[in-house]
């Protein structure tokens, strides 16, 4: 029998999903105007809650919307998951512009769409076996700052991964420099020091990548693609989860489990 799916929580209100509406009229739907956070749920609390509200904040405000109202967002996340009795599994917060009219132009005065969903389980901790992607990172671009509802072009490289047996591609901005990969941060092992892009080259600043950067486990520095290969070991990593890259355009990399374990004591403790 399927499950019945989870509960959300749209606007203010915990809702059956088979009753949640979202306006067709909303500028999240017809052109990707938002802001999103997905967050990893731990013993029935959110990891790094506050560093996720502090990136939405800053997403909202780079596309000129409103400020969330952290309070009720706090509240509704604490309603949502009582109701689900979810205790290990990750929650997705989306917040759109809300409805306009036709065309491009915001509405005034602008009354933001949110919706809170979750997933119970966690997604596997599976090796991971990148390519490169032809697709590249726009690292000038202020969409590569912020975790926008636009996300054709790691869509793209995902689907371009698959279609070559691979787990994940990895992004290069137009320069040839590695921002990221089409959903996780990129950490390599290189001469001993565990290195991460800088945002700068386009990589996103994910909320895990800032825990494990601010602890001094990882150094921010620019890594060129063509010395990924001579790397002693590759991880991606997002809110979700830290993973070890065991191949990278069908060459096996060297594996380190001692620097995954520490990776990830590190990222929730």
Sequence with gaps: MTPSPLPVWLDGR???ASQARIDPADRGFLLGDGVFETM?????????????????????????????????????????LGACALVSGSLRLTLTRGTGPRGLLPPAPVVPTCLITVTAGMPPSTPV??????????????????????????ILARMEAAAQGADDALLLN??????????????????GQLVTPPVSDGALPGTVRGVL????????????????????????LNSLGVREVVA????ALGRRPDLLAALRACAWR
């Excluded at 000038?140 to 912020?146: D, E, H, W």
């Excluded at 137009?174 to 001469?191: K, Y």
């Excluded at 602890?215 to 060129?224: N, P, Q, S, T, Y």
């Excluded at 990278?248 to 060459?251: N, Q, T, V």
């Design 213 to 236: 950067v601010d602890a001094g486990m990882v150094r921010v520095g620019r890594i060129e693609a063509t010395g990924l290969h001579e790397a002693q070991a590759l991880f991606v």
């Design 129 to 154: 076996r990148l390519i490169t992607s032809t697709h590249r990172r726009d690292a000038a671009g202020v969409l590569s700052r912020i975790k926008s509802l636009n996300y054709l072009p790691s």
């Design 40 to 80: 990893r749920v731990a013993g029935g609390r959110v990891c790094h809650f506050a560093r996720h509200m502090d990136r939405l904040a800053r997403g909202a405000a780079v596309l000129h919307m409103p400020p969330p109202d952290m309070a009720v967002l706090s509240a509704g996340v604490d309603a949502l």
């Design 174 to 191: 137009h320069a040839g420099h590695v921002a990221e990969t089409s959903a996780s941060t990129l950490v390599a092992c290189m001469g």
């Design 14 to 16: 915990v809702l059956a």
């Design 248 to 251: 990278l355009d069908g060459h």
